[in-house]
């Protein structure tokens, strides 16, 4: 088994799904059912820039937290930007598009970043 397939979190994930607004606007938004799914989760070390800006625009009274997720290789879907995951009863957003690794078809793999929300 390769260090890719290893998950060791369970998560809920609510996948990006399209809707027709009351005006007829075409909009997404994270699925109203979650989807069950392991994966795994490191922390994400941050720049300091980032660091001081989460600070300076919650005065202390909220902390960022920044995480790495990436989902066994078997894992079916690509998330996209209105995506959203269940984790340890936190919601999180995920944070731009998905890292692609296509170093060689051993390698083959998927990063995201996901934000607490």
Known sequence: M???DRAHE???VFLEETTVD???NIMTRPAKTGIPARAMIQLLAQSGTSARRSEQDNEGFESEEVYRLRFPRS???VL???ARIEWRGQYWAIVG???RYNGSARTRHLDYTIRRT
Do not use: K, V
Request: charged content about 15%; overall charge negative; cysteine-free.
């Open 2 to 4: 390769s260090l890719l």
């Open 10 to 12: 369970h998560i809920l």
């Open 22 to 24: 009351s005006d007829g």
């Open 75 to 77: 894992f079916p879907y």
């Open 80 to 82: 996209s930007a209105q």
């Open 97 to 99: 598009e998905a890292r």
